[in-house]
C-alpha cells in the first residue's frame, strides 16, 4: 500500500474539517457579536452561549490545524515483518469476538487525528495515535503477533496480518 498517498489523504481530510471549524467559528462569532444577541435580562445567555461556542470552534480549528502540521512532516519510513509497529505503521489487523466471522480492519498509526477516516483503494483505513487504546497495545508488536483486547465489553482476539 501507498503510505504517502493515505498520508495526503489524512491531510485532505483535515483540511476539509479545518474549513468546516473555521466557517462555524466565524457564525458563532458573528452570532455573539450581533446586536440581537445583546442580553435583555439578567437571564438572557444568547449572546454568551455563542461566544462560548466560538472558543470552542476555534480550539478545535487549532487542533485540526496542529494535526495537519505533523501529518505535513511525518516521516514516513518503509516497514518489514520484523519492524515494531509504531509512527507512520499501516497496519491490517485479522479480528475475531467469539464464534463471529474473522473481519479485517485497516489502521494508520499517526501522530494525531485519531479517529479520522479515509478511504484508500477501497479500503476504509482508521487513523489511530499511539495515545488511544489500540494503539497502546499495537506499539512494538510485528506482523504474526496475537493479542486480546477487550472493547465495549467484548473480548475480541487479534492478529497482525501486515504492517507497511
Known amino acids: 500500500m501507498n503510505k504517502r498517498a493515505i498520508v495526503q489523504k489524512i491531510i485532505e481530510s483535515l483540511v476539509a474539517e479545518l474549513e468546516l471549524y473555521a466557517q462555524s467559528a466565524r457564525a458563532a462569532h458573528a452570532d455573539a457579536t450581533h446586536e440581537q444577541s445583546k442580553a435583555e435580562n439578567k437571564y438572557d445567555t444568547r449572546g454568551l452561549e455563542a461566544s462560548y461556542l466560538a472558543r470552542g470552534q476555534s480550539r478545535q480549528a487549532a487542533e485540526t490545524a496542529t494535526a495537519r502540521a505533523f501529518f505535513e512532516s511525518l516521516e514516513l519510513r518503509d516497514c518489514g515483518p520484523e519492524t515494531p509497529i ?57 506482523k504474526g503477533d496475537l493479542f486480546q483486547f477487550t ?11 501486515s504492517v507497511w
Open 151 to 161: 472493547m465495549a465489553g467484548l473480548v475480541r482476539d487479534y492478529r497482525i496480518i
Open 86 to 142: 509504531d509512527l507512520g505503521a499501516l497496519i491490517e489487523l485479522e479480528t475475531r469476538c467469539g464464534r463471529e466471522p474473522l473481519e479485517r480492519a485497516f489502521y494508520f498509526m499517526g501522530p494525531k487525528a485519531g479517529g479520522t477516516e479515509v478511504l484508500h483503494a477501497k479500503k476504509s483505513i482508521l487513523v489511530i495515535t499511539p495515545e488511544s487504546p489500540l494503539g497502546r497495545q499495537l506499539t512494538g508488536k510485528r
